[in-house]
């Protein structure tokens, strides 16, 4: 049995969780995930996995 876990589910998963515990931290956490969902779409999923 495979399991293929993808980066982006996993850093809206951590993000939400910093959010909730943090609500301070808000526009930090959104930019920082919006520029690494960025980079995922220009360079793909492959490079930051291998």
């Known amino acids: ?3 293929h876990i ?3 589910p996993l850093l809206a ?3 939400g ?3 909730l ?3 301070r ?3 930090f956490i959104v930019a920082l ?3 690494v969902i960025g980079l ?3 360079f793909g999923t492959g490079h930051f996995l291998r």
């Open 33 to 35: 995930y919006l520029i």
């Open 25 to 27: 931290l808000l526009n």
């Open 40 to 42: 995922i779409g220009l």
């Open 1 to 3: 049995m495979n399991l």
């Open 13 to 15: 998963l951590i993000a």
């Open 17 to 19: 969780i910093l959010i």
């Open 6 to 8: 993808t980066l982006a």
């Open 21 to 23: 515990l943090m609500p």
